[in-house]
């Protein structure tokens, strides 16, 4: 069962989308559309950004309470982003991808499943952010064309990461 959001809602949502500012910010509104969508909701993550090889963009560690992106991914997101839009629209998708399996949903289809039912209930069919949560290539095809193959010991802990009460009012 999903809720059906509204034309202005939709509307609403990619204009915050496109004004969110970081990681918390794009977190707490991924928290937000899928306690919107499929009435689920969590806390207590932890974010962490991480090198390591691109075929990877990002994971979560299983029974643990991180979320890892993939840093290399990222950077490259962010010089090739022609907008704010592009760039927290490919951020909402990752860290969507990553907090649905932190409820126990394992299988990829699945959860890929779920992330564009998703973005297309909350933001509708043609937007960016559904675009990139089908096939963030179409959007980002110098992703493709990146190659690093290892995982580097360090990574770097995001502060205050999910730490908000913060609840969004429509
Ligand atoms: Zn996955």
Do not use: W
């Not at 090889?53 to 290399?72: D, E, F, K, Q, W």
């Not at 490919?90 to 969507?96: D, E, I, S």
């Not at 096939?135 to 064309?145: C, N, R, T, V």
Request: hydrophobic share 40%; glycine share 4%.
């Amino acid at each position: 069962m999903t809720k059906i959001i509204s034309v202005e809602n939709k509307i609403n949502n990619n204009d915050k989308l496109r004004g969110l500012k970081d990681f918390n910010e794009v977190f707490e509104f991924v928290k937000h559309s899928v306690n919107s969508v499929f009435e689920m909701k969590r806390a207590g993550l932890s974010l962490m950004l991480h090198k390591m090889p691109t075929r990877v963009g990002a994971y979560h560690v299983l029974g643990s309470n991180v979320i890892a992106i993939n840093s290399i991914l990222l950077e490259q997101v962010r010089k090739h982003s022609a907008s704010n839009d592009e760039y927290n629209s490919y951020l909402f998708t990752v860290l969507l991808h990553e907090y649905l399996h932190s409820f126990g949903i394992l299988d990829e289809h699945t959860v890929r499943q779920m992330s564009v039912e998703l973005c297309e209930k909350f933001f509708g069919e043609e937007r960016m952010v559904t675009v990139i949560a089908k096939d963030p290539l179409k959007i980002f095809p110098q992703l493709g064309s990146v190659s690093y193959d290892k995982f580097e010991n360090k990574y770097e802990l995001i502060k205050d990461f999910d730490k908000s009460n913060q609840t969004y009012i429509q």
